[in-house]
């Protein structure tokens, strides 16, 4: 049943992992849900589906057509050219623009404390949209870069209610697609080296459900500027792999240090942290990784 005061909602992107839990939030509240994408994936019944290439311009607004939204969540703005074109065709299409983006943004901030929200102002990002954003291998490699370029076009003066979302680590869920907690379980049954750095770092994660959670609450807030979503409390790979070792029946840690080179997934050489306070003050409480840690290795491994 649609509520009448039901919200027209765009989700670009978002069709796996936690936007699909994203787009079952919304229409578990009565949302009128249209999803964007390429056409590549199934989606959740109860949702109206457009297909266009969030690259081609023209794409984008034959499949838009006069539709407008309250709400737009962009799931997958990845560099300055992505976020310079949905400047174009949103203005004046909606209220609010909630984009997705990453603890990434924050690669150059070593900080001992946890990385605030003003540690990367969009305002002061220098914007380069000649770079070639186009390839995927750069765009890859500079995935942190992309999303910092990203928000600060958003950001400059916009057209709508903005918001960028700083998602930490995410883990949880059987269909984490990352691979990244399997890839320590395999090795820990096998008892094989796990690379680390000589100086391992902790960093901010979070639970799958939990940004669904959070980016749902984000969508019908008024706030604008960056803001980081995390859990409580910090993990390094030492504590990730004694959770992972706890609910395996056999197997064990070897950790092979490593001074230069390629480490695992989630082991860093300088730290994640991010601090959410400013979420907090906002009126969103998070949940704690040591709590929910247990049931996202569960979860991974396919245990009940």
Known sequence: MVMENAREVLVI???????????????????????????????????RHLTADRDDENSLVRALGSRTFD???????????????????????????????????YEYEDSIAPVREDAVDPAAVSVDLELPWHEPEFRESHYGEGKRQAEAVLAEDPPFSFTAVRVAHVLGGADDFTGRLAHYADR????????????????????VEEIADFLFWAAGAEFTGPVNAASHGLLDTEGLCEEVAAQLAEGRVVFRTVEVGATSPLSFRRRYAMSNSRAGRLGFTFGDVHRWLPQAVAETLGKP
């Open 71 to 105: 709400v737009v969540l962009d799931q997958v703005c990845y560099t300055p050219r992505q976020a310079a074109l949905a400047r174009r065709v949103f203005a004046g299409r909606t209220r609010r623009y909630v984009m997705t983006s990453t603890v990434e943004v």
């Open 13 to 47: 992107g978002g069709s796996r992992y936690f936007g699909k839990r994203l787009i079952a939030r919304l229409l578990a509240a009565g949302d009128r849900v249209t999803v964007l994408n390429r056409g590549s994936s199934q989606l959740p019944a109860g949702t």
């Open 188 to 207: 820990i049954r096998a008892g094989s080296p796990i690379a680390v750095p000589a100086d391992n770092q902790p960093a901010t994660y979070i639970h």
